[in-house]
């Protein structure tokens, strides 16, 4: 069974029990790192705790949603070894994953309506990795991280 990690902000959530429960129907298990309620909170307290989980190979996915999905993505792209994708649509989905090899996935719960958000999910999970050039350009990205955090 395939295993990732969710969270959401309060602008989320509600996308977020969706997509967890059709992760079920799809066998996907989802860990579900908050939130659990409608209050207004910060969003970079429920993104971080799976950010890290995908940084530190804990887990291999993760998917967060926040209002618009933008603060969820500046903040999990932070994070070494995280690749985060805004995704908003099926084709980007798809190419977040053959090119890019998105390890997050990041919806705007306020932007994304519920059936497009359950397309993409799962094109997202479904779609490998090409390899090839991009994975020449994923080791520059990885060089160009190093750099900037001097060393491993
Ligand atoms: C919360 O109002 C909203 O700012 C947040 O969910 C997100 O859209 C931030 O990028």
């Known amino acids: 069974m395939e295993r ?7 602008a989320g959530r ?3 029990e969706d997509l967890k429960a059709y992760l079920k129907e799809l066998d996907v298990e989802a860990v579900d790192m908050g939130v ?8 970079p307290d429920y993104g971080s705790p799976v950010a890290e989980k995908v940084s530190k190979g804990e887990i291999g ?5 926040c209002g618009t999905g933008i603060g969820m993505s500046i903040l ?5 070894r995280v690749r985060a994708a805004l995704v908003s649509d099926v ?4 190419m977040s994953r053959e090119h890019n090899d998105a390890n997050i996935l990041v919806i705007g719960g306020r932007i994304v309506g519920k059936g497009l958000a359950r ?5 997202w999970l479904t779609t490998k990795f090409e390899g090839g050039r991009h994975q ?3 080791d520059k990205i990885t060089e160009i991280e190093n750099k900037i955090n001097g060393g491993k």
């Open 4 to 10: 990732l990690a969710i969270a959401s902000d309060h």
């Open 14 to 16: 509600e996308l977020k």
């Open 36 to 43: 659990d309620n409608d209050k207004s909170v910060d969003y």
């Open 61 to 65: 996915k993760g998917v967060l949603i």
């Open 76 to 80: 999990a792209n932070k994070f070494r």
């Open 91 to 94: 084709y980007t989905a798809r």
């Open 119 to 123: 397309e993409i999910i799962k094109v």
């Open 136 to 138: 020449t350009r994923l």
